[in-house]
């Protein structure tokens, strides 16, 4: 079956701007987790969203917001970009997101000029 | 909150040496996750822990969860170039979401 797909995969933004990206888990998962990777800081924790309720939110300001659609996909969109916003944005689906598999896109890399 | 600590961040070794990667709760687990991530690629999951004590051996790489589920390690023996990536392990508590580590870079030298 197809993986969980990411777009776009590759984006430059200014400061200022904002960026909307977009999930499709993999058919059957109903959990959608997001997660920010930059070097050396590893992967950070976004959200969380399962039957489009967000179940779980790291420390991130709120210029960071998701949201799960009826057929799960996700999105997420930062505003009012900053250059440290920089980052592969990872998105990851779970039949089971407490203590299932996370199955990760390829990411969306992000550069904020 | 729950925090993962994850060391070593580097590790550099010949073809041949064994490796190890250390993961830390701050609190207890209800389970484990580890994961790899090849240059350029995205993480992979590997296997999950979840009960005390428990170790799982995967080919060369040997995972075990600590007693107080609190800690865990990725042990790999006589280390291969296809071995090259980033570790990482992701604990699960008290139906909290799954926090990774800041992972290990492994280098491989042939």
């Known amino acids: 079956k197809a993986g969980v797909t990411q777009t776009p995969r590759y984006l430059i933004k200014t400061r200022g701007q904002q960026v909307t990206l977009s999930c499709s888990p993999i058919?059957?998962?109903?959990?959608v987790s997001w997660y920010q990777q930059t070097p050396g800081q590893g992967l950070q924790f976004l959200f969380e969203?399962?039957?489009?309720?967000?179940?779980n939110k790291g420390n991130f300001p709120g210029r960071f917001s998701g949201r799960q659609f009826s057929n799960s996909r996700s999105e997420m969109n930062v505003s009012t970009l900053e250059l440290g916003d920089s980052a592969l944005y990872l998105c990851?689906?779970?039949?089971?997101?407490?203590?299932?598999?996370?199955?990760f896109g390829e990411g969306s890399r992000l550069t904020v000029l | 909150g729950q925090q993962v600590m994850q060391i070593p961040q580097y590790q550099h070794v010949q073809e041949g040496e064994d490796f190890t990667t250390y993961c830390n709760s701050s609190?207890?687990?209800?389970?484990i996750q580890w994961y790899k991530q090849r240059p350029g690629g995205h993480p992979v999951f590997l296997i999950q822990?979840?009960?005390?004590?428990e170790v799982k051996k995967q080919k060369r790489l040997t995972f075990q969860f600590g007693e107080a589920k609190k800690n865990s390690s990725l042990h790999i023996t006589a280390t291969q170039t296809t071995d090259v990536g980033t570790y990482f392990c992701?604990?699960?508590?008290?139906?909290?979401?799954?926090?990774f580590g800041a992972g290990t870079r492994l280098t491989v030298k042939p």
């Open positions: 990851a689906s779970s039949s089971d997101r407490y203590t299932g598999e996370l199955f």
């Open positions: 058919s059957g998962h109903r959990s």
């Open positions: 969203y399962f039957s489009e309720t967000q179940r």
């Open positions: 609190t207890t687990l209800s389970n």
């Open positions: 822990l979840v009960k005390s004590g």
């Open positions: 992701a604990g699960g508590a008290n139906n909290n979401d799954m926090r």
